[in-house]
């Protein structure tokens, strides 16, 4: 990028902290934070999908469907060149609403599914991803979809870890071209001015353990719930969002293992059904026992399969379909 600014992508599964650690590195006075931008999830990765497919099938599909497209009128440097120069606006008008920072931390979770438009778009970008126990996001996320975030929270276990394993790949994938540090959020919570200080090393940010310390006094979440953050709005939401808050609910308890209170066994199986596995691989558990006995998962494999396989046959039908499952004839 053409701007002094340099650039720190925060990103992680929904409910898994970030807006805590966002709001701790905001803080500093080298760092702005500006609200979720959406900019990679909503705009510089469709864009980058666009152009890639415009080109699928290779020599053969060109011609096959003729020459047509942005490809007859750009080189990839020059489409490349666009979208920086919009990742370069956005970053110095970020830097612009705090005078006199050197850094903008971008915090949007669902910028862990780009890694393909920041690696074209921000080579240089630095990633940070905070990676929380899947089953206290899933939770954290269930309750959201109870209360305040009903317009986007998963409703269903299954579809909560879903979100959760797809945004965890999704940002690892970030490793492969950009400098990336993986944090556990529970690492956060237990020994934070350590984990904190590596964050603000890893984004060449100069602070001492006091620092750090006074940091994680300054933004527990009982303050942050109360309105105390650092994060600032500018654009077309300048003197209208007012001072910044979230939702009623927006915080939670922020601890770990509370998903435990509230599973019954089938959430267990559903979860290690669907993201089991990746539970396992980031070491939250030695193996998929959590759950239940191996004799136990695989009969609950083999209704999720008959469940599928009895969706999959109603649909096929049609209205009929629909009227069989309500039980009418």
């Known amino acids: 990028m053409s701007g002094s600014a340099r650039l720190v992508l925060l990103v992680g599964a929904p409910r898994s902290g970030t807006t805590w650690l966002q709001?701790?590195?905001?803080?500093?006075?080298?760092?702005?934070?500006?609200?979720?931008?959406?900019?990679?999830?909503?705009?510089?990765?469709?864009?980058?999908?666009?152009?890639?497919?415009?080109?699928?099938?290779?020599?053969?599909?060109?011609?096959?469907?003729?020459?047509?497209?942005?490809?007859?009128?750009?080189?990839?440097?020059?489409?490349?060149?666009?979208?920086?120069?919009?990742?370069?606006?956005?970053?110095?008008?970020?830097?612009?609403?705090?005078?006199?920072?050197?850094?903008?931390?971008?915090?949007?979770?669902?910028?862990?599914?780009?890694?393909?438009?920041?690696?074209?778009?921000?080579?240089?970008?630095?990633?940070?991803?905070?990676?929380?126990?899947?089953?206290?996001?899933?939770a954290s996320m269930l309750a959201a979809g109870r209360s305040w975030g009903g317009w986007w929270a998963p409703r269903t276990t299954a579809r909560a870890a879903a979100v959760w394993a797809q945004h965890v790949l999704g940002a690892r994938d970030c490793a492969a071209g950009n400098p990336y540090l993986?944090?556990?959020?529970?690492?956060?919570?237990?020994?934070?001015?350590?984990?904190?200080?590596?964050?603000?090393?890893?984004?060449?940010?100069?602070?001492?353990?006091?620092?750090?310390?006074?940091?994680?006094?300054?933004?527990?979440?009982?303050?942050?719930?109360?309105?105390?953050?650092?994060?600032?709005?500018?654009?077309?939401?300048?003197?209208?969002?007012?001072?910044?808050?979230?939702?009623?609910?927006f915080f939670g308890a922020g601890g770990s293992g509370g998903w435990r209170d509230g599973w019954t066994a089938e959430d267990r199986l559903t979860f290690d059904a669907v993201a089991g596995d990746l539970l396992v691989d980031l070491g939250y558990e030695a193996d998929r026992t959590w759950a239940g006995t191996e004799a136990t998962r695989r009969r609950f494999a083999r209704r999720v399969m008959r469940r599928r396989r009895r969706a999959e046959f109603l649909g096929r039908l049609g209205a009929r379909g629909a009227a069989l499952e309500r039980g009418l004839p």
């Open 182 to 249: 993986e944090l556990r959020y529970e690492e956060l919570r237990a020994d934070g001015p350590v984990a904190l200080r590596r964050v603000f090393e890893h984004c060449r940010i100069a602070t001492t353990p006091a620092e750090c310390a006074e940091l994680l006094d300054s933004f527990t979440l009982d303050r942050m719930a109360a309105g105390d953050g650092s994060i600032v709005i500018g654009g077309a939401f300048a003197g209208i969002a007012g001072e910044r808050s979230e939702p009623a609910g």
């Open 23 to 138: 709001t701790m590195l905001g803080a500093h006075p080298d760092v702005a934070t500006p609200q979720e931008t959406d900019l990679f999830s909503r705009f510089l990765q469709p864009l980058h999908d666009s152009w890639t497919r415009e080109v699928r099938g290779g020599p053969d599909g060109w011609a096959k469907r003729r020459y047509k497209g942005l490809h007859s009128v750009l080189t990839d440097e020059e489409f490349i060149a666009i979208g920086r120069s919009m990742l370069e606006t956005v970053t110095d008008r970020a830097t612009a609403l705090k005078p006199g920072a050197t850094v903008v931390v971008e915090k949007t979770p669902s910028h862990s599914t780009c890694a393909p438009a920041i690696a074209a778009f921000a080579p240089d970008a630095i990633v940070v991803h905070l990676v929380r126990d899947g089953r206290d996001a899933a």
